[in-house]
């Protein structure tokens, strides 16, 4: 049998704690300010949003970072790159087919025992599962040079510490909910990328969902952090992947590889919160939603 890692040791890392939280408290803190209260949604009257936006650009390239030092030929078979074949497009269009049948069956089977407001929030899904599959479906990618690698695979803003003025990217040890082969496995890491860019949804629609009493519910101004943050995040991780050949360098591959592995995300999202949060569920349901309508 092949060995595996059961464990690691790490250096302790002096950090402020975890992007997840700190994120969850600035944007807790832009709904209690009521400068927020009416007119458009502006993100750069505050010296303080500004900087967490700006530093968002860092993540994008830290994380740029870790899929090259991932995607070296170090002579190591377990982690050297290999081509991206039509096949492996083929296999992650399955994949995320699976996880939309997967998924709307286990709201279907739920859907009787579900309060109204639940049922409301689903209906759309099931009414637009043609317009998934035919977004999936259409998934194009252009191969010549593309690399698969190791990548994180469970990547999310609390998967980051702030270290000083700087961020350090902790457990690689894959989603828990997936075998070791899978883990193990060589794909796009584009589907970090996704995973980055869907933690951003969830830390706007958490700060609405945790909101204290009194606070603003102006969503609007919330989504217009979440579009800003991933303007940078995705702007600093394009410049820091240049000439990284498991990064598509054609921006229409890199789009349609970015949209499939958040179909695919949102949808693994999606069964998770129906069995553990099902008050969280509207979160998954409007990130497909954004997907739809981009």
Not at 123 to 132: D, S, T, V, W, Y
Request: charged share 25%; with cysteine.
């Amino acid at each position: 049998e092949e060995p595996v890692t059961l464990a690691v040791l790490q250096r302790f890392v002096e950090n402020q704690g975890d992007l997840w939280t700190l994120i969850c408290e600035h944007l807790a803190r832009m709904l209690s300010n009521p400068e927020a209260e009416g007119g458009e949604p502006d993100t750069a009257d505050s010296a303080v949003a500004g900087f967490h936006l700006g530093r968002m650009a860092l993540l994008g390239r830290r994380v740029a970072q870790m899929h090259r030092a991932l995607g070296e030929t170090t002579g190591d078979t377990a982690f050297d790159p290999e081509p991206v074949t039509a096949s492996d497009i083929e296999a992650w269009k399955d994949n995320a087919t699976r996880e939309l049948d997967a998924t709307l069956a286990e709201v279907e089977a739920l859907l009787p025992g579900m309060d109204a407001e639940s049922r409301a929030r689903v209906e759309p899904l099931r009414a637009r599962r043609g317009e998934l599959r035919g977004r999936i479906a259409a998934t194009t990618a252009r191969l010549e040079g593309l690399v698969k690698t190791r990548f994180h695979g469970d990547l999310h803003l609390g998967q980051v510490l702030v270290a000083q003025d700087d961020f350090v990217i902790v457990d690689f040890e894959g989603e828990p909910g997936r075998s070791l082969a899978e883990r193990r496995a060589k794909s796009a890491p584009m589907r970090d990328v996704a995973g980055m860019v869907r933690s951003f949804s969830y830390a706007t629609h958490a700060a609405l969902l945790r909101r204290e009493a009194g606070a603003s519910p102006n969503a609007a101004r919330l989504a217009a952090w979440q579009r800003e943050a991933t303007h940078y995040f995705l702007e600093g991780y394009t410049q820091a992947a240049q000439g990284l050949a498991c990064v598509p360098a054609d921006s229409a591959t890199f789009r349609s590889l970015l949209d499939l592995f958040l179909i695919e995300k949102a949808l693994y999202e999606l069964r998770y919160e129906i069995a553990n949060r099902p008050g969280w569920i509207a979160i998954p349901l409007n990130g497909l939603t954004e997907i739809l309508t981009t």
